[in-house]
């Protein structure tokens, strides 16, 4: 797979990055291996905090020109890339404040003596990161692995090399040494070759269902942990009580959000029959109000699809959807006469069990339309799904919410909100969507040796 920026919106090629060889990955590996070995790694983490603390104030420092390097490569709208480079400083600056507590040994009282657990570096992880956050899906990994004092080497995504070459040089930057972050510009086999490698301690894929479970099989193969951060067909529940208007409206920014590309989007809508006609008509309102266009443009609201490859996915999942007896209510198609990738803000319904797209998760501006007669009707649709991510309920009832909260089959649920992320929230899913968390206290625990130390009398 060649590594290439080529703009989402003309489709014209900017640059192409050269790929590296084994003799570099042999050097990244045992660079990083041996950094890990290293005082930094295995000594007092305040350097490596200092170092988050750093990074933190650079991304800060340079939001605008990071902002449109992600814009530039993939597509999304520009104040949506301002927000993911000021996310990714808090997630920074979170562990820079927080991973001390975190990472600090936990008395386990005992009959068998003085026992504590102790939270210890493992190794060198290898991670498998994806294009729709280019930055942030970086960070998630990096900052409670380099506070934990694992070194990080990464594949990204081929089509985002510029934001790839421009985190390992922020991490540099930051004051990190060489081994901390290594970015690597490597096929899938060259991936299989170091993850079988020996000082490789664990793995960390966020991505689809397929590569998810290539990478997971090819880990547990050579007995290493990994984590799995893959797709989801999120729902957005409204209740016959909710305020539709600010459901529709929230409703179509969950659906339409990096032009549909975000792994906890609102992909299927269940909608309580007594206003399902409400809220379609005013979902649809927000669909049509939409300006296609350059996603540095700040009057753009839909930018373009990352590449012409998921723009052709998506109109064959669309066209096949129909085929299957899905009603096309709103869009459907690629936009033609366009050298960008746009696809037209869709609206499906009356799709039935047997239809393909029920189970499929659709990566763009196509929104899935259910209606439910109660909230037994709501639940049993929710959880007759392979995936398992996130969800969003809208309710003025909180006894409600949180019953059903309690009943969907999911790793997050949402009531009167988007599915959203922060650095201090746990980040993951169920079923096909994966397991272990990303962020928050559980995300640093993930790659940490928990290591029992017991002192018993000495005589
Ligand atoms: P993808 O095709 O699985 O790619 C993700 C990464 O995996 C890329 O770096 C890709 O490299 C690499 N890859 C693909 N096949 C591989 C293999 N056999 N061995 C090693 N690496 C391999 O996913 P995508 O289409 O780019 O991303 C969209 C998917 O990610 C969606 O399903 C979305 O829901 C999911 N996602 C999940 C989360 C979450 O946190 N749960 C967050 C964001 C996205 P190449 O680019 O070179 O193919």
């Known amino acids: 797979m060649a590594y290439q920026t080529i703009n989402p919106f003309n489709n014209k090629l900017i640059k192409e990055y050269p790929t590296h060889n084994s003799q570099h990955i042999e050097q990244a590996l045992e660079t990083a291996h041996q950094l890990y070995k290293s005082d930094w790694a295995q000594g007092d983490i305040k350097p490596r905090l200092q170092v988050l603390r750093k990074l933190s104030e650079i991304m800060s420092s340079r939001v605008e020109e990071l902002a449109e390097i992600v814009s530039v490569e993939m597509g999304k709208l520009i104040e949506q890339s301002r927000s993911e480079v000021k996310l990714c400083a808090e997630i920074a600056k979170y562990y820079a404040d927080n991973a001390e507590a975190f990472l600090k040994p936990v008395p386990y009282p005992s009959k068998l003596g003085e026992a504590w657990v102790e939270n210890s570096p493992i190794g060198v992880i290898m991670a498998v990161e994806p294009w729709n956050f280019p930055f942030y899906q970086l960070m998630r990994v990096l900052a409670p692995n380099l506070a934990a004092g694992n070194s990080v080497i990464t594949k990204h995504a081929s089509i985002v090399p ?4 421009t985190f390992e ?12 972050y290594t970015n690597l510009f490597i096929s899938t086999e060259q991936v299989a070759n170091i993850i079988a490698d020996d000082r490789i301690q664990g793995v960390a894929l966020t991505g689809s269902e397929k590569a998810g479970a290539i990478v997971a099989s090819q880990a547990a193969n050579k007995l290493k942990k990994s984590t799995l951060e893959l797709g989801g067909n999120d729902i957005f529940a409204v209740l016959d009580d909710a305020d539709i208007d600010r459901a529709a409206k929230i409703g179509a920014m969950a659906r339409i959000n990096n032009a549909g590309q975000v792994c906890t989007a609102a992909k299927r809508f269940i909608i309580h029959e007594k206003v399902a006609d409400e809220f379609l008509k005013k979902l649809t309102a927000h669909f049509k109000a939409l300006k296609m266009g350059d996603p540095l443009d700040k009057q753009t609201t839909l930018g373009p699809l990352s590449s012409a490859e998921a723009q052709k996915t998506l109109g064959k999942q669309v066209e096949n959807a129909v085929k299957k007896g899905a009603k096309l ?14 696809f037209e803000p869709t609206i499906l319904t009356h799709i039935t069990r047997d239809n393909p797209a029920y189970f499929e998760e659709f990566f763009g501006p196509v929104a899935q339309i259910y ?14 799904s392979h995936y398992g991510l996130g969800g969003a309920l809208f309710t003025k009832d909180m006894q409600r919410a949180r019953k059903l909260a309690t009943q969907i089959e999911t790793g997050m649920v949402y009531v009167n909100s988007l599915t959203n992320t922060a650095p201090e929230l746990p980040f993951g899913g169920v079923k096909r969507s994966g397991f272990g968390r990303e ?17 018993a009398a000495s005589s």
């Open 371 to 384: 209606v439910v007669k109660d909230d037994q009707e709501l639940v049993k649709l929710a959880n007759d």
């Open 162 to 165: 510029h934001c790839a070459e």
């Open 439 to 455: 962020l928050s206290d559980l995300g640093i625990k993930e790659f940490v040796n928990q290591k029992l130390v017991v002192l």
């Open 329 to 342: 209510h709103l869009g459907g198609k690629a936009v033609s006469n366009n050298p960008g990738n746009f």
């Open 169 to 180: 040089k922020l991490v540099s930057d930051a004051g990190a040494p060489k081994g901390a």
